[in-house]
């Protein structure tokens, strides 16, 4: 008989390979703040799927994915180094293992030759599944939406037109489609129909984009606002708490006299209860009646109703607090608490993770503004939650005309932390189609209109200061607010449609026969080709 060849090993890939992954999959960071290198983010993933494609196995691939999804959060979390120490290591670790199926994913439809219909299954397939890497991980457990990619194009009128239709996961899509279909182009440039498939897929989403910027008009504005935003600015270490609340006092009085609705206070601008500190809320009291505005504070503290510690944005008017409490639900894991703390608590002793956890409000709150706020209904957000689409999605759809976030990002004050979070508030006011507010303790605080625009100057992280704003306001609905997630549920759509057809496939795959198995069964088992 004829002996069988003896299978060729495979060569090893060269060793500049791996550390190229990691830098590939960190290279889209640089399209958010502070670099804001928006335009990037169009080509930022090409590399890192052209690696993907020439990956010698499924397997491989899926490495691959694994390891580009460590450098790109380590990148995008960089500044959480000073409070994390090592302990990012295992957390970019961990989440990174969420693009292992789309490296193999990657591979699956970019790997052979393409032809026209693959390429178009490309184009659908690669975006969804990066998709469904930001929707796990946008789960708060593991450290909730920041640094999706669609966030990038915060500062992109057309972009934001395309928020308000689908959030920031429409625009996810077609900025990994674009990613797709250049990658197509440099892969298959030769291949006439495959990269007139690129091509077309290119100008569908130029075309998508444009149309938005044409026919989505920005909402109708049916009114105004003032808003006072006040911002204390770094310490310096000098007085803690009762100093900053000095500050905010001193930066309010200046606000006297201009006509507010209302004025805003940053996240732990107040560290102890009002209820057990009456004298703080006679102060606070004083404040809003020189100002003729309600004042939104934010309270740091242990409650004397309920046990524990809470984050609350706490309403103050003319009359003393009114009562309106809304209690943070979100928190910032290792910031505010410590998942599975009998496991992971050591790591309090490496970083500036929370000695004791912070407890969670139980739902969103409406506020309705005293008489001297004419009224006005706000929709608070504490810090971390403006990361969120569906809360502030939903506070809009409770009725909120204006939507406030309330944050400190002053342990990560020389980052790029600040400015990646103050350009969220952009994002959630498109999306909502209501005006957003992000006052802080020591910056980035700004204010962007209901079409996500800026309104006004922001307050730098090198100043204290207080500003006044005019907020346009509007009723209109956004058809994100109307339909929601409809891009996540479409993303899932075509994942399932192609994991139907490559089941159906695998199904009809003829069986190897007879000779051919038991000839590679006695090679198997032998280790030496069969005689």
Sequence with gaps: MDTLPSPEPRPRPPRW?????????????????????WWLAYAALVPWMLLLRTAATGRRAALEGWLGGIGFMLAVHHWLMPSLHVFILLIAALLGLLWAPWGWLVRSVLSRPPSPGRAAVALLAVPSGWLMVELVRSWEGLGGPWGLLGASQWQVPPALRLASFGGVWLVTLLVVAVNTALTLLVSAARMRTVALVALTGLSVCAATMASMWLWVQP??????????????????????????????????RQLAGQDLDLVVWGESSVAADLTARPDLAARLTTLAKTVDAPILVNVDARRED?????????????DGPTGDRYDKMRLVPFGEYVPA????????????????DRRRGTAPVVMRLPAEGAGLRIGP????????????RQLVRDGAQVLVAQSATSTFQDSWAPAQHASLAALRAAESGRPMVHATLTGVSAVHGPDGDRTGPTIGTDTGAAAVYTVPLTT???????FG?????????????????????????????????????????SGRPGR
Aim: hydrophobic letters at 45%; a positive charge.
């Design 17 to 37: 390979r791996l550390p190229a992954v990691v830098a590939a999959g960190a290279l889209p960071a640089l399209a958010f703040p502070a670099p804001s290198l």
């Design 219 to 252: 909402p109708p504005e049916t009114g105004q606002v003032r808003v006072g935003v006040v911002q204390p600015g770094v310490l310096n270490g000098v007085g803690g708490p009762e100093r900053r609340f000095t500050l905010g006092e001193e930066l309010t």
């Design 306 to 318: 309920r046990p524990g510690i809470f984050k609350s944005s706490v309403l103050v008017g003319v």
């Design 341 to 356: 703390r009998s496991l992971l608590g050591w790591a309090t002793s490496v970083g500036k993770a929370a000695e004791e």
């Design 381 to 392: 957000l504490v810090c971390f939650e403006s990361a969120f689409p569906d809360m502030s």
């Design 476 to 482: 209109a609905t956004t058809p994100y607010v109307r």
């Design 485 to 525: 997630d409809w891009p996540v549920y479409g993303a899932l759509g075509v994942l399932a449609v192609l994991a139907g057809a490559e089941g159906v496939r695998l199904l009809r795959r003829p069986a190897p026969a007879p000779s051919e198995r038991s000839a590679h069964t006695a090679h198997a088992s």
